[in-house]
């Protein structure tokens, strides 16, 4: 459950006896990426359990935490976490965990503009090195207490639209929209899986009438050479 070389989408349903509806249980793989000191570990922890603590250490390589989230009476997910670590000499070592994640929350600072300007790299580096084309993606603008920041909302919206990204803004010191990045980002994944499964029970059909019709057409061939003798 917990290999990172796992990548194959995981989920099954089952049947409530109660009401005879039919209940999905996902499994995805989330990484959180963005430049050392932008609050990665921090939005962490106070999403896992509400902690809070300006002196945290850095992340050395990764750490993973797992969280079980309820989407609605008839979805639920379990969301295995990696946190990575954004120092320089590190960055390379991340690549191995783009490519096996279903999302990724990308965190800058707003006060710090070097984290906003390293945004380009981080999505280059997903891209490189996600399995999935459509890997789904959620900015967040961290540090929103701050009284001054360099990024400005509007800043920060435009380049999500461009990079066709999602975006949200949190305050981890004040608890302040800390669920929303890992609910929107596992609602996002969720819409594409189905949109994704609805286009393959399309072609699947279509397969499958075709392969009837074919059959079809050949019986029909064949009575009438039936009857022609």
């Not at 079980?68 to 954004?86: A, E, K, M, P, R």
């Not at 001054?148 to 066709?164: G, P, Q």
Request: glycine share 4%; aromatic share 10%.
């Amino acid at each position: 459950m917990n290999n990172l070389d796992d990548n194959r989408d995981s989920y099954y349903t089952r049947v409530s006896k109660s009401s005879n509806e039919v209940k999905t249980y996902y499994k995805f793989k989330l990484i959180l990426v963005g430049d050392s000191g932008v609050g990665k570990t921090s939005l962490l922890g106070r999403y896992m359990d509400n902690g809070f603590s300006q002196n945290l250490p850095c992340t050395i390589t990764a750490d993973f935490k797992i969280k079980s989230l309820v989407i609605d009476s008839l979805t639920s997910v379990q969301l295995t976490i990696w946190d990575t670590c954004g120092q320089e000499k590190f960055k390379s070592m991340t690549d191995q965990y783009f490519k096996f994640s279903h999302g990724v929350i990308l965190v800058f600072d707003v006060a710090d503009k070097r984290s906003f300007g390293d945004l380009d790299f981080w999505l280059k580096k997903i891209k490189k090195n996600a399995i999935n084309d459509d890997i789904s993606i959620i900015l967040v603008g961290n540090k929103i207490d701050l009284k001054f920041r360099n990024i400005t909302s509007e800043e920060a919206s435009k380049f999500a639209k461009e990079n066709n990204i999602l975006y949200c803004e949190t305050s981890c010191k004040e608890g302040i929209n800390i669920e929303d990045p890992f609910e929107t980002l596992t609602k996002d994944i969720i819409s594409k899986k189905k949109i994704q499964k609805n286009f393959e029970n399309e072609i699947n059909e279509k397969i499958s009438l075709n392969s009837t019709n074919a059959v079809r057409g050949k019986e029909h061939k064949r009575e009438k050479e039936l009857k022609c003798c």
